[in-house]
């Protein structure tokens, strides 16, 4: 095969090599007809390409054809690399090709839906070209999911989903480091893990059924089974009504069980790990995808502690009382009082990732260990970034007597889940864990402030295409 060269590779240490090259047409400009510009573009990264009316090389027909080439579609260039004395505006690569070939591989449409450029300007340059009387279709959030195949092409876009795998990674990574067991439960299952009415109900060759809320039982169950510490991602499904910037129907869920030895802190000193781990490796791995987001979407790095901030739901609500904010102790937050009470958190603390534990029991599922020393109270916890629920975390109750009271109790439909309750019988260690929701806690890294940003293609109550 011939020696391709990627575009991020172009650089001034290949002046006067040829290189071939293979991207999309990002713009293209005439010059009479014995000049052209190519800007091509590949993952992110753009370069500037000459077409020059040249003897033997370049004919006036190779630059007529290279200006009717439509946006967006695929060319491989060869050329010559050449260092211009200025820089070069509107593209990525500080070196320009002198075209010697230029071939069409496939072409795009030539009226595309989405214009990439417009998709991927800042909202402040969108206002400023508007004002400055630009013809620009500003890309609303509705037509770039509708179009998500090209507004994914968009560098902001491919760094999200950069980060994404990398969070994914890191998980992974750092729970094997630490003796965690990877597994795979079911997504059909024969009724709510969750409770509530966010159930995805399915006919199963004449049963009913349903699309799993969480792995819940099933990752208890694996516990009962032994692997002592375990960890799954995989697909979640909660059929929302509500339309909201945080929610999705369908989401990726990190989660972790473990057997625990003495309290609930043990499950949190994970948390606490993982995701210092998890942050420090997304600012040292991610520096160009954090910038191309940045580009697009202006966010301040997460402020964090290299120990995670723990506050009792009891010191958080005094905290909002002394500003005025009256919350049922016994209740649980609404978004409003989370947001408020991350912005006094980060007054006081400096801290924008922090865990608030003991909720009230009266607001956790059914599979919650109450506090030994207070019942109304129990021994879970959330965990926010900037305001926001990523994590909802617990020690769970292993005695099967009190657990099918406790199902009872929540108005769970208890011969739905007879063969979890059952699995307590045979002998169960004491236990806890958590789930984090993937797409939030890459929205919430980077400020975004739509779910829908962080998700490839997002499943909401209104959107089941692409
Ligand atoms: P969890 O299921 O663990 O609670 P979550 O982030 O999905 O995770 P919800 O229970 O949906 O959380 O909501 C958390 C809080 O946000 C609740 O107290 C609820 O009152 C509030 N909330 C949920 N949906 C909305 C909405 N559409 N508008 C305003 N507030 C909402
Ligand atoms: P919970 O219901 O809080 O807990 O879900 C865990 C985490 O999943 C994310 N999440 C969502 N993300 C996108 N769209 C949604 N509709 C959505 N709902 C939840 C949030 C949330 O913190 N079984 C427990 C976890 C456990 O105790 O181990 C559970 O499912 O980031």
Redesign the pocket.
């Known amino acids: 095969g011939r020696k391709w060269t990627e575009v991020k590779a172009l650089n001034e240490d290949l002046k006067d090599q040829v290189a071939l090259i293979r991207g999309r047409v990002q713009a293209i400009r005439a010059v009479g007809k014995k000049m052209a510009f190519v800007v091509l573009r590949e993952r992110g990264f753009t370069v500037q390409c000459i077409l020059t009316v040249t003897p033997d090389v370049v004919s006036a027909q190779m630059v007529k054809f290279a200006t009717s080439l439509s946006r967006e579609s695929i060319v491989d260039i060869e050329g010559v690399i050449t260092v211009p004395a200025t820089t070069i505006k509107g593209a990525t690569q500080q070196v320009e090709v002198q075209v010697k070939k230029i071939y069409c591989v496939n072409k795009a449409i030539p009226a595309l839906p989405i214009n990439i450029d417009d998709a991927a300007r800042s909202e402040e340059e969108i206002e400023n070209a508007l004002k400055a009387g630009e013809q620009l279709v500003r890309v609303n959030q509705d037509t770039r999911l509708n179009f998500r195949v090209l507004d994914i092409r968009t560098p902001a876009n491919q760094g999200i989903f950069r980060i994404q795998c990398q969070v994914e990674n890191i998980f992974r990574q750092f729970l094997l480091s630490e003796g965690f067991v990877g597994i795979h439960t079911p997504k059909l299952i024969a009724g709510s893990s969750e409770g509530g009415s966010a159930v995805f109900k399915l006919d199963y060759k004449g049963q009913p059924a349903c699309l799993a809320q969480s792995p819940q039982l099933h990752k208890q169950m694996a516990i009962c089974g032994d692997f002592g510490r375990v960890f799954e991602i995989g697909p979640v499904f909660r059929a929302e009504d ?1 339309f ?1 910037h ?2 999705l129907c369908e989401f990726t869920g990190l989660d972790v069980e473990m057997e625990i030895k003495e309290h609930y802190s043990e499950v949190m000193d994970v948390v606490d790990r993982l995701f210092v781990t998890m942050f420090d490796s997304l600012n040292d791995t991610c520096q160009k995808e954090l910038e191309a987001i940045n580009e697009q979407y202006r966010f301040k790095p997460l402020k964090y502690l290299r120990k995670t901030l723990r506050l009792t739901f009891e010191e958080g609500i005094q905290m909002l009382r002394e500003v005025g904010v009256e919350i049922d102790p016994l209740g ?4 409003e009082s989370e947001r408020k009470l991350g912005q006094l958190v980060l007054e006081k603390y400096d801290t924008e990732f922090y865990i608030l534990h003991r909720y009230p029991l009266a607001v956790r599922p059914f599979y919650t260990m109450p506090c030994y020393d207070n019942p109304l109270y129990s021994n879970s916890f959330d965990v926010f970034i900037r305001g926001e ?1 990523i994590i ?1 975390g617990a020690q769970r109750v292993h005695v099967p007597e009190y657990l099918l009271e406790r199902a009872q109790a929540c108005g769970i439909d208890v011969k739905t889940i007879s063969t979890y309750i059952d699995s307590f019988r045979y002998g169960a260690p004491p236990h806890g864990g958590f789930g984090v929701g993937l797409e939030r806690v890459v929205m919430l890294f980077c400020a975004l402030n739509n779910i829908r940003k962080s998700s490839l293609f997002p499943r909401d109550p209104q959107r089941i295409a692409p």
């Open positions: 509500s909201t945080r929610h649980d937050l609404n978004t629920e909802s």
